[in-house]
């Protein structure tokens, strides 16, 4: 047993979507999560600078006595985790593997689509991944540079004509590609999933990368008896680097539950 917190980061609002997924599958957990809003996007910056920005953010978690760390974040992922892993000697948990092992076990027909951020795609990451488990899948990235800031002022309606234009133009390609999964390759993009499936239309399975790695990360602590041994409901602790309110506000509503008062601002080093 061990009742040391979790820690999750992403560049900011995204990794929401799997700090609610542990919550779910670990609620005695305690969790903190750090979101780096002042930078973000991560996606069109440079690799220096970007595993300049997951050191700093790992270091700010590495504070709280955590024991694993969540790397809510594909860019970062994609470009960094090596240096994290050299850095870190507690239990590292990715967003890469687990959605590409599930895209390849759920596909029909071999064809599986990518979407994320610049780096993210650059990286080719997924592609390695999928390659490695399945060799002979067909794999079709994207980069969706835009969906980062529309995920994180609010934009996710599946009627918000702006929204749909922006993600039809992205994805219209893909849906005349004949792929029948789709990896949502950025832990933001699940907040726009309505806007995605309705583009893609319901032959097209949805792989969410945060829910699928927050599966994985409850597994393995388990596996690892390292589970808190609190009878009590596990608490989340929220930091960001910018715009406390906006992001209370944003994920009060994706979580379903009121968080505004519970989000600290934090600088970064």
């Known amino acids: 047993m061990d009742d040391r917190p979790i820690g999750v980061f992403d560049s900011g609002l995204g990794g929401l979507t799997t700090v609610k997924k542990l919550a779910e599958f670990l609620p005695g957990e305690d ?3 750090l979101g780096d809003t002042g930078r973000a996007p991560y996606g069109p910056r ?3 600078t970007i595993i300049k920005y997951a050191l700093q953010d790992a ?9 694993a760390m969540v790397v809510a974040c594909n860019t970062v992922c994609s470009v960094a985790f090596e240096d994290l892993n050299e850095t870190y000697q507690m239990p590292l948990y990715e967003v890469v593997s687990a959605p590409s092992k599930a895209a390849v076990s759920n596909t029909r027909n071999g064809m599986i689509g990518v979407i994320g951020t610049a780096a993210t795609i650059r990286s080719g990451a997924y592609e390695a991944a999928v390659k490695k488990i399945a060799p002979r899948m067909h794999v079709i990235s994207m980069a969706c540079p835009l969906f980062v ?11 918000d004509i702006a929204t749909l234009t922006i993600a039809g133009d992205y994805l219209s390609g893909f ?3 004949g792929i029948d999964t789709l990896i949502m390759g950025c832990t933001h993009y699940p907040l726009l999933r309505d806007v995605i ?8 399975l949805l792989v969410d ?27 989340v602790r929220y930091y960001v680097t910018d715009g406390c309110e906006n992001f209370a506000r944003l994920a009060s509503k994706f979580l379903g539950t ?4 519970m989000v600290g601002q934090v600088e970064l080093e």
């Open 31 to 33: 969790i903190i999560y």
């Open 258 to 261: 009121d968080v505004r008062g």
């Open 46 to 48: 440079s690799r220096e």
């Open 59 to 67: 270091a700010f978690l590495a504070g709280f006595d955590i024991k």
């Open 149 to 159: 800031p529309l995920a994180e002022n609010g934009r996710t309606d599946p009627d």
């Open 175 to 177: 849906r005349e590609s």
């Open 197 to 204: 499936a309705k583009i893609m239309g319901p032959g097209v």
């Open 209 to 235: 990368s945060g829910t699928e790695t927050a599966g994985l990360t409850s597994e393995d602590i388990k596996e690892r008896n390292i589970l808190s041994g609190k009878k009590a409901a596990g608490s």
